[in-house]
């Protein structure tokens, strides 16, 4: 079965749901990639710039307690020199090696301290320095303490300063090295964070992104697939077209505007002719593209605004909107009828098909969806019974004719095993010899309360059902049977006709059927022929004419039927390999007063002699018919005039007659 691209999508939700679940996930991880690496970031930057402050206040702390220290110390110095109390001077020894020791303490720790190359030569600087400047401090602590005060004085002025003062330079030059060596080191550590804080924005804004992405593509596609889904629920997933559910919805929409607008709406119920048996036949493939293309050629012959929807199977249905008169309609039916009719080129076989349309109308016909589909239904099968290719207008007589035709079809599931179904015999008549020349078997219903039906009350059931393959394997072997009975009364040159429908024709088991009923009835081959109408042929011309190649191996002969009634041509005869041609009784029925069917009867004669095929007119029903087809040339005759057809022991006696003296056609 070919399936709209639709359904294969929504056949693999899986995968979409992989590919969402993976978007989810990968947008999970970046935002922990995120998170971690920003906070890892965060944390060395932070620890980088703890240490730089923490270093530098240090360092700086530290060279500004030498600073002060080495100054307080040269002060100290000073003031020594001009104390002269000895406890004063006692107290200021003591500052002063306090704020050696201060001094040498902050050195210490200061050498202890990360430092760069230039910080490490400036601080050995400041200590050759002050490897110069300690004896010169210690010569004027020894004048200070034997009294030469004005001495050490001079001294401090002279020499301890100036040495004080290019310690002071290399400690200043070391501070602002420090100062230097920190702020460079911040400068980096902010800028480390700046580089991190950019990274925080630049994840952050990509797991954003794709965050949206995938919200993006989530609503895309769970807007697409509830797009889909609701096309699956409401459509036919072989053509396309709106299934039973939209179509009833969009026609009781239809109904509410037509009540509004005071209009009508036509409802056609479309079925297939035979649709069956394409699809027995030649296979479900084939089928589903005959049943696209009759749903594009539908839906191309009406307007936009119009439904065509498929039910089911080979069932349409299509609603006419908005019309004022029954015409458009009908036009519109007349159209449809037209369009399926036309050949179909499928698969690179050429197939021919026919449908039957049932159209009811609103507010005519029904109020309600429900009601003009119902009724649409069953006009459409009395368009069926009627013959096919055909519309039928539904008639409220028609709900009682269903009624009936519903226990018919029941009590002809019992028909078989009662024996109820069975032939009637119809002469044919030579005219050259005058004797019956054979016997057309034709169904018969002898109904326990109806009485005896035709075909026509119930055979299209028979054909449904399927249920004519057996019997009508049944019947062919009764009349094989039966006809052997009367060739051993001595009618030896007696032939039998018998029917096969479609189904018959195309089922499996036919050319084994045809061949046990010859055997279990001994009947001769040559005196059993078949009649296939057209239409059988025309389905598909090949597989047609393989069949009855296979059907006429039994060495039986095979005739069509209605020949000419249906669409074929006569330059289509040619490709059967036919024994007999019977002539519609529809060429028949206006003789002798009709010169153009005359002349189409005398061409068909004179074409199935050029082609070597046996002719039977049928439906003779008088005289003047008979002899005018006697003057034409027909030499096998059938119908009324000669006889009904009858039970099979009327036969024997309308088989001893010489029907030229009852005729009076002897002359
Ligand atoms: N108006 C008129 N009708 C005449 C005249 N002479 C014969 N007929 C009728 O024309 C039909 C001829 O059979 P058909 O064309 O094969 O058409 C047959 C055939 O297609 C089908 N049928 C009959 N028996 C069988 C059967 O056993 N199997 C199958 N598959 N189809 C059958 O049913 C159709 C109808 O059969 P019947 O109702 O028996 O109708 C028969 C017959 O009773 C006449 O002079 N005037």
């Not at 699809?279 to 005959?290: E, M, P, R, V």
């Not at 153009?596 to 002719?615: P, Q, V, W, Y």
Request: charged share 20%; net charge negative.
């Amino acid at each position: 079965m070919i399936i709209n691209p639709a359904v294969k999508r929504i056949a693999r939700p899986t995968a979409w749901k992989l590919a969402l679940l993976g978007g989810f996930v990968t947008q999970l991880l970046l935002i922990v990639f995120v998170t971690v690496i920003g906070l890892q970031q965060l944390g060395v930057t932070t620890d980088n710039l703890n240490k730089v402050v923490d270093v530098h206040m240090r360092n700086q702390e530290l060279t500004k307690t030498m600073v002060t220290a080495a100054r307080e110390r040269t002060l100290t110095m000073l003031i020594l020199t001009q104390v002269d109390d000895p406890f004063d001077q006692d107290a200021l020894m003591m500052q002063f090696y306090n704020q050696g020791g201060r001094f040498a303490t902050a050195r210490l720790a200061l050498l202890e301290q990360p430092l760069n190359t230039r910080e490490r030569e400036l601080i050995a600087e400041q200590g050759r320095l002050t490897s110069l400047a300690v004896p010169i401090q210690n010569e004027i602590i020894d004048l200070i303490a034997a009294g030469r005060s004005a001495e050490a004085g001079e001294m401090v002025i002279k020499q301890a300063i100036p040495i004080q003062n290019q310690v002071m330079v290399a400690l200043s030059q070391l501070d602002a090295e420090t100062h230097r060596v920190s702020t460079a080191a911040s400068n980096q550590a902010r800028a480390e964070h700046g580089v991190a804080r950019w990274w925080i924005y630049l994840l952050s804004g990509a797991a954003l992104l794709l965050g949206l992405l995938v919200a993006t593509v989530v609503f895309y596609f769970s807007a697409r697939i509830s797009r889909e889904r609701e096309q699956l629920a409401t459509h036919d997933t072989l053509t396309g077209l709106p299934n039973r559910m939209l179509f009833k919805d969009r026609l009781e929409q239809s109904l509410i505007r037509a009540k509004r607008h005071q209009t009508l709406v036509g409802v056609m119920f479309i079925d297939l002719d035979r649709f069956k048996r394409v699809n027995d036949t030649l296979g479900h493939a084939i089928g589903d593209l005959l049943i696209c293309e009759v749903a594009r050629r539908l839906r191309q012959t009406v307007r936009a605004d119009d439904i065509v929807a498929r039910l089911g199977g080979d069932e349409f249905v299509v609603v006419i909107n908005d019309v004022v008169a029954l015409t458009p309609i009908l036009q519109g039916v007349e159209k449809m009828l037209g369009v399926v009719i036309e050949p179909y080129t499928l698969d690179g076989r050429e197939i021919f098909s026919s449908c039957s349309i049932g159209v009811s109308v609103y507010p005519n016909d029904g109020a309600t969806s429900v009601d003009l589909l119902k009724h649409a239904d069953t006009a459409m099968y009395h368009a069926k019974n009627n013959g096919r290719n055909r519309f039928q207008l539904y008639d409220t007589a028609m709900n009682a004719m269903a009624e009936e035709r519903l226990q018919l079809e029941t009590d002809l599931h019992h028909a078989q095993e009662r024996g109820e179904l069975v032939f009637h015999y119809q002469p044919q008549l030579n005219l050259e010899s005058g004797r019956i020349h054979a016997v057309e078997a034709l169904i018969r219903w002898q109904h326990p309360d109806k009485g005896l039906l035709a075909p026509a009350a119930f055979l299209s059931m028979l054909e449904e059902t399927g249920g004519i393959v057996s019997v009508g394997r049944q019947l062919l072997l009764a009349a094989c049977q039966q006809t052997a009975r009367w060739q051993a009364a001595g009618f030896t040159d007696l032939n039998v006709a018998v029917n096969l429908s479609g189904r018959e024709f195309w089922h499996d088991t036919l050319i084994a059927n045809v061949s046990d009923a010859l055997a279990q009835s001994g009947l001769p081959a040559h005196a059993l022929q078949l009649e296939l109408t057209e239409g059988i042929f025309m389905e598909d011309v090949d597989a047609a004419v393989d069949r009855i190649r296979a059907l006429k191996a039994l060495g039986i002969a095979v005739s069509v039927d209605d020949f000419g009634t249906g669409y074929s041509s006569l330059a289509h005869l040619k490709r059967f390999p036919l024994d007999v041609l019977k002539i519609d009784r529809y060429f028949v029925k206006d003789l002798p007063n009709a010169p153009a069917n005359e002349a189409l009867i005398r061409s068909i004669l004179a074409l199935c002699k050029g082609l070597g095929l046996g002719t039977v007119a049928e439906g003779i029903e008088t005289r003047a018919q008979l002899e005018s087809l006697r003057k034409l040339g027909c030499q096998i005759v059938q119908g009324y005039f000669i006889s009904r057809p009858v039970p099979a022991d009327q036969i024997i006696a309308l088989l001893g007659r010489d029907w030229l003296q009852a005729f009076d056609l002897a002359a």
